[in-house]
């Protein structure tokens, strides 16, 4: 990666022999040089905080209001440009997040496009939202399945055809 390296523990009794801080992106991202976590978040325990980007957010830009989160605006987050995050509660970050809730949270219909509308929209155990008709479909076929699999007629059938494959 080429740029300018900006450091941000400046004033930190170990500026000159740890000194960590970001290097600038061409897409505007402050992207963290020190080190990060599996979830790609920078890691940088000063301000009273683990995470670089909430670190730097309190370095250069001031206090985040009690129990909220920052939001990456960019969808990086090795990213610790203050302009690129936001204070959100947590639901709205998950919500705005790429994971499997999130994604369906933003759709107007499901996969069979019936509407998510509030008739129609049931929350499941994990807070996702399910599609009553759908739910609805998928237990007619299975109650269709469980006829069929009791059917008397047909196992006799089925008995028969397997002692006549025995005894062959
Ligand atoms: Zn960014
Ligand atoms: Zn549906």
């Given amino acids: 990666m080429t740029g300018v390296f900006v450091q941000l523990n400046t004033a930190s009794h170990m500026a000159k022999t740890r000194p960590v801080g970001y290097m600038i992106a061409e897409n505007g991202c402050w992207l963290w040089t020190g080190c990060t976590e599996h979830n790609g978040y920078g890691q940088w325990r000063a301000h009273g905080e683990k995470w670089a980007h ?53 759709q107007t219909h499901c996969i069979r496009s019936h509407p998510f509308d509030a008739e129609n929209t049931y929350i499941d155990k994990r807070g996702c939202r399910q599609c009553r008709a759908c739910i609805r479909a998928k237990n007619r076929r299975r109650a269709k399945n469980r006829r069929r699999a009791y059917s008397p007629e047909k196992r006799a059938a089925q008995y028969t055809k397997g002692k006549a494959r025995a005894t062959r």
């Fill in 54 to 106: 909430r670190a730097a957010y309190r370095l250069l830009k001031g206090p985040i209001p009690d129990g909220l989160t920052l939001d990456h605006l960019c969808r990086n987050p090795g990213c610790v440009n203050p302009h690129h995050l936001e204070p959100v509660t947590h639901r709205e970050n998950v919500l705005r997040g790429e994971g499997f809730c999130a994604r369906k949270a933003r």
